[in-house]
């Protein structure tokens, strides 16, 4: 029975008061599931201090993204094959980086030598070749590497600088001077390389840590020799006691040592000349045989892979730059395109920058459909070993810039439909809002009353 002083008018108020507890807890349970499905994204600009019951509409830029895992290694793989077909006589270590103008590797004692160039060498280069892209590669790195004593112009014609070029080039490498290259004895490949691995006869041959097997001299006496020479002591004995050894026999000693000494050094240097005689007449034949070849429309194969006709691969190499390759699922290859920065966090936990530069061809395994992505980064760090690590990938999804927006926890669901805000202060009312995008707990919010700094309710307060 209704009170005289209002009973009716207070049993409403408990009803509303009971309906605000319960939009209260729908919203709690919806801003829960919200975050449960939205906890991918990232948020920039000022996040929210600690919850006191009360959040503030602000303006920020709301950023959703998805993690993907990838692997990191090195670009450009390639297999650098042994054209001259001699004895490997010394290789490099795996993980050692040589630059152009350095030597790759050792065939008969003599150096093959790394230019930096996109062309593979398909033939014999000297004076009387036509111009080219194998020509242009070539002044070039003379000029680069300073083998360019009289000036060459840099263009793919050979010319007499050329040749002076390259003799001052095999001089400063102890090679005949011949003013030609044997189709063999350069390798173009681009830029700086780092050996990856060792192919065929090249894992017996001893890398640097062995040294160059070449005998060394100190003060006229081999520290190393792959021959003994031995020498007869001539005992003198007397009725007395044996006579010690006299200054005349000590000088002796030393200059049939010397003698000795000086033949040796004759023997090596003889062996030498024999050595680059052997080398210029094997040339001379590759020239002869190049040129049948070019006359009968032949070609010497590719420098960066196995060639035909017996030659075999030696090295295995990549550039020196890292990349990181991605397999994203096919529906979602639209999160990224070549050109775009994305962040690459590394193994150690640091984030360093890269580009995309490749999205291949959609490809399926296992039922499921991915898209090979290409990162090449910015830089990396220094030590440790990287090349087939883990790392995780960062691609941007959506980018929303200089929106209002509020904590997630600060919707109330609508019965039947929809969301609204409450103000912090009386009158309290309710605000309706359209959700936009969502990231790292806040979401993006439109509807009229909205404004940068007004005060809402925070259910997480």
């Known amino acids: 029975m ?13 009803r ?10 729908v919203a709690g349970v919806v801003a829960a599931a919200i975050l449960a499905s939205r906890g991918n994204g990232h948020q920039t600009g000022r996040r929210r201090a600690a919850a006191t019951g009360a959040a503030t509409v602000e303006r920020r830029n709301l950023v959703t993204s998805e993690n993907e895992t990838g692997t990191i290694s090195y ?39 790394l230019m930096n160039g996109t062309t593979p060498a398909f033939r014999t280069l000297d004076s009387s070749d036509s111009p080219g892209p194998d020509i242009a590669q070539l002044n070039a790195n003379l000029i680069r590497l300073g083998f360019d004593p009289y000036p060459i112009v840099n263009d793919d014609e050979w010319q007499p600088a050329t040749t002076d070029g390259v003799e001052a ?31 065929g006869a090249a894992t ?13 001299f100190v003060d006229g006496t081999p520290t190393t020799s792959t021959a003994t020479t031995t020498t007869d002591t001539v005992t003198t004995t007397t009725t007395s006691t044996a006579r010690a050894p006299s200054a005349h026999d000590d000088g002796e000693k030393r200059r049939t040592n010397s003698a000795i ?47 035909s006709g017996g030659d075999s691969a030696v090295l295995t190499t990549t550039s020196t730059s890292l990349v990181v390759t991605v397999n994203i699922p096919a529906g979602q290859q639209s999160v990224t395109h070549i050109g775009a920065r994305v962040p690459v966090v590394m193994p150690s936990g640091s984030t360093v920058h890269g580009r995309v530069t490749r999205v291949g061809q959609a490809s399926s395994s296992g039922g499921n459909s991915t898209v090979p992505i290409t990162i090449h980064l910015d830089n990396h760090e220094n030590g440790g ?59 993006q919010v439109s509807g009229a009353g909205l404004r940068p700094g007004l005060k809402i309710t925070d259910s997480q307060g």
């Open 16 to 25: 509303r008061i009971l309906a605000g507890a319960t939009l209260v807890v």
């Open 2 to 14: 209704p009170s005289a002083d209002g009973g009716a008018p207070a049993g409403r108020s408990r």
């Open 204 to 216: 017996a041959v001893l890398d640097d840590a062995s040294g160059s097997g070449e005998t060394e």
């Open 261 to 307: 000494s000086k033949l040796d050094s004759e023997v090596g240097h003889l062996q030498k000349q024999n050595q680059r005689l052997e080398h210029e007449v094997a040339a001379a034949k590759s020239h002869h045989s190049s040129r049948k070849r070019s006359r009968s429309g032949g070609s010497g194969g590719d420098t960066s892979g196995p060639a």
């Open 169 to 199: 080039f095999q001089e400063a490498d102890d090679e005949p001077e011949t003013g030609s290259l044997t189709l063999g004895t350069v390798v173009f490949l681009t830029g700086a390389q780092r050996v990856a691995g060792l192919q």
């Open 75 to 113: 670009a450009k793989p390639s297999t650098v094959a042994d054209r001259l077909q001699g004895t490997l006589t010394w290789v490099p270590a795996v993980g050692r980086v040589i630059d152009p103008g350095e030597r790759l590797f050792d065939v008969d004692n003599f150096p093959v030598i």
């Open 385 to 443: 070993n990287l090349d087939q690590a883990t790392v995780s990938v960062r691609f941007v999804e959506k980018t929303a810039r200089h929106v209002l927006s509020v904590p997630v926890t600060a919707l109330l669901a609508r019965p039947g439909a929809g969301y609204a805000v409450q103000g912090a202060r009386a009158p309290y009312r309710l605000i309706d809002v359209t959700l936009g995008t969502f990231a790292t707990g806040f979401v």
